[in-house]
C-alpha cells in the first residue's frame, strides 16, 4: 500500500480530527479571481473539509479522491449542495470533461499527485486564464511548540520511529520558502501569488493521537512501534503539560494562472 491510500483505512476519525482551514483563505481566493459561482475541479477533496466551505460560497465542483471511505464521507458531509460531485478516482488516471473549469484546487493534496502529471494534467483541466490554487499546511512554532517541547517529542520519534531525521528543529513560517518553480518551469502557469495564515489550535492528549492517527508516517509504523510511540507522546503531554496542548498551523494558499 502506498502512504497515500493510508488516509482512507479509517476515514471516520479523519473526518472527526482533521483540522478546517482558516476561513479568509477561501475569501481571498474568492479575491484573488475565482468568484463564487465559478467550476472547481478539486483534487483530493478527503472527506470535505476544504470542500464544504467552497460549496457554502456557491461553487460548482467536481471533487475527485482516491478513497473510497474517503469519498463516501465527503458525499454524506455535502448531501445539502446539489452543484457538487465526488468522483471515486486517482487524479492521475481520471478522464478530464470536455469542459474546462474556471478552478483547479487542491488542499493539502497537490504533493501526493504524481509529479509528472499534477502540474500538466491541472493546466489541461483549465480554461486559458483559469486559476491554479493549492494548500500546504506546515507544523510551526508557536503555542506549545517551543524548542523544548519539539526536542522533548523529537527524543519519542527518535527512539520508536528509526526514519526520523537527526538534528531537525523547529521552523517558523519565515523559514519556509514561498516556492512556485514547479509552476512556472512548465511554461503552462504565471508566476504565483502567495496568501499565508498562521493559526492555533488546542488539543487535549486524546485529541492529538487523534490527529497523529490521521497521518501516513504514523499509520505505516507497525503496530508495536506506532503504540510505543503514541504511548511515551500521551505520557509527555499529560506529565509535562498537564494533558493539553497547542499547536501553531501555517497555512499557505497558492494561486497561479494559466498561460498556456
Known sequence: MTLRATFDEDAARYDRARPGYPARMFDDL??????????????????????????????????????????????????????????????????????????????TAFHWIDPAVRVQKSADALRPGGLLATVATHHIAGGSWTEDFFAEIQRCYARFDPSTPPGLHMQTARDIAEDDRELTSSGRFGPATFFRYEWELPYSTAEYLDVLLTYSGHRALPDAQRSGLLDSIARLIDVGHGGRIVKRYLTELRIAQRVR
Open 30 to 107: 474568492a479575491a484573488a479571481g475565482a468568484a463564487p459561482g465559478a467550476t472547481v475541479l478539486e483534487i483530493g477533496c478527503g472527506t470535505g473539509q476544504a470542500t464544504v466551505p467552497l460549496a457554502g460560497r456557491g461553487y460548482r465542483i467536481v471533487a475527485v479522491e482516491l478513497g473510497a471511505e474517503l469519498a463516501a464521507v465527503a458525499r454524506r458531509n455535502l448531501a445539502a449542495f446539489d452543484a457538487v460531485e465526488v468522483v471515486t478516482a486517482a487524479f492521475e488516471e481520471w478522464p478530464l470533461p470536455g469542459e474546462p473549469f474556471d478552478v483547479v484546487f487542491s488542499a
